[in-house]
């Protein structure tokens, strides 16, 4: 009998293999029968100071001989106050507020519904929401709508509601691009959301720094909500803690996860500005945001998040961040055979083969047997391969990828 586990974008009937980890330290996984595998991508974007961060797994323990959890409607704990502390002092200060929930999507999700709760309750319902061509903000209906539509969406289509897209802000169409975002705001939507400088899942494709600002401008000229989705991009991915602070872009919405933890365990936020909550704020029930999770602010997954918050505060990790770029962009410009080979902080990307080919091309799951065989984990979207390391990954892991990446780019060409 095979494995009872169905487990996510995984065609099992493909019969490839699926390791069991049961170790992990730093860079490296350790599977049940006795590889070591290098973590090429974080385990899907969260690992960021490294595998069982010490401070973190310290954290997580101590706070487990205390208190494991608490309904937080109307309850609160230390750990999560020692979050929202570290959040206001860490992110833009007009950031004032702090809602907790347990994934990128459920942030992305707290997102929409709290612009659309801060129109209806400002007396001027609005509910068009304004996205970028090529985004992912996660899996759930309302985030797949906002989402790009294809092969992760095509069976739910008929539930997903309806987006304005604004093109991607591909080089030389930037304009483009904003005069589609103004044109979209004079018909007063709610909201846009985008991925700041690079969009992930949509094919690790980076956009300018002076694009997002004008895009957040025209937003502010028009009172339109701009909300950015860090999920990804946080925490040091592109070079800074935040991508928006490369624009100098304060978002009104801001949504975090995967490192907030460290990537040790799962909790997002969603951090507004105030008058988003002031619009919530009242003596009126009705008016209160109707929204929460069975977990809510874990007080485990909290300790953990305080743990990575006080990393940043007392550890160099922009100094980590800026070493790794350094290490692979090198490696990146001497592999041979890739096309469009591209570079945001600690994320680096290439495509193999033929252009144009998407999500299902037939080679993404002959790159993903080729890599795993070389004991990498590394996960290519359609023809594009990115690497998305662990910080503390060293150069003998990052040689083993690039080489392999090389091989790969000669064997797939
Ligand atoms: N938003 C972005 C930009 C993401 O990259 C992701 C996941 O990769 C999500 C949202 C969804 O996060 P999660 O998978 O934790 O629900």
């Given at each position: 009998?095979?494995?009872?586990?169905?487990?996510?974008?995984?065609?099992?009937?493909?019969?490839?293999?699926?390791?069991?980890?049961?170790?992990?330290?730093?860079?490296?996984?350790?599977?049940?029968?006795?590889?070591?595998?290098?973590?090429?991508?974080?385990?899907?974007w969260v690992t960021t100071h490294g595998h069982r961060e010490p401070r973190i797994m310290a954290a997580i323990a101590a706070q487990a001989e205390r208190l494991d959890q608490i309904i937080f409607a109307g309850w609160s704990h230390e750990p999560a106050e020692a979050v929202a502390a570290g959040l206001l002092r860490l992110m833009p200060p007009a950031l004032t507020r702090v809602f907790f929930s347990d994934s990128g999507s459920t942030a992305v999700e707290v997102a929409l519904k709290m612009a659309l709760g801060y129109w209806l309750n400002r007396g001027e319902p609005r509910h068009r929401i304004l996205v970028l061509e090529h985004g992912y903000h996660g899996d759930t209906i309302g985030t797949m709508s906002v989402g790009a539509r294809g092969a992760f969406n095509r069976a739910y289509e008929p539930l997903l509601f309806d987006v304005a897209t604004i093109p991607f802000p591909a080089a030389g169409a930037e304009q483009a691009t904003l005069d589609a975002l103004e044109a979209a705001c004079r018909a007063a939507p709610a909201a846009l959301i985008v991925e700041p400088l690079i969009v992930g899942a949509g094919g690790m494709l980076t956009y300018p720094s002076h694009v997002l600002a004008e895009m957040a401008a025209i937003c502010a000229r028009h009172a339109v909500l701009f909300i950015a989705d860090e999920v990804m991009t946080g925490w040091g991915r592109t070079g800074t803690l935040l991508a928006c602070e490369q624009a100098g872009v304060v978002p009104d919405i801001l949504c975090l996860s995967k490192g907030l933890t460290g990537g040790a365990v799962p909790l997002a936020v969603t951090m507004a500005r105030e008058p988003i909550y002031q619009a919530h704020y009242s003596d009126d029930r009705a008016r209160m945001f109707f929204h929460s999770s069975s977990y809510t602010a874990n007080p485990i997954a909290c300790a953990a998040a305080a743990a990575n918050i006080a990393i940043w505060e007392e550890e160099p990790v922009l100094a980590r961040v800026a070493d790794l770029a350094t290490r692979q962009a090198a490696r990146l410009a001497a592999l041979p055979g890739v096309r469009h080979p591209r570079a945001l902080g600690t994320i680096a990307a290439v495509d193999l083969g033929r252009d144009g080919a998407d999500y299902l091309s037939a080679l993404g799951p002959k790159l993903l047997a080729f890599f795993r065989d070389r004991d990498l984990l590394l996960r290519p979207l359609g023809n594009t391969i990115y690497v998305m390391p662990p910080y503390c990954i060293d150069d003998a892991e990052l040689d083993a990828i690039y080489a392999a990446i090389g091989e790969a780019a000669e064997r797939f060409a």
């Open positions: 009998m095979t494995s009872p586990i169905w487990h996510p974008f995984t065609q099992h009937g493909l019969g490839e293999p699926i390791p069991t980890v049961v170790r992990s330290e730093g860079a490296a996984l350790y599977t049940r029968d006795g590889r070591r595998i290098v973590d090429a991508i974080s385990s899907w």
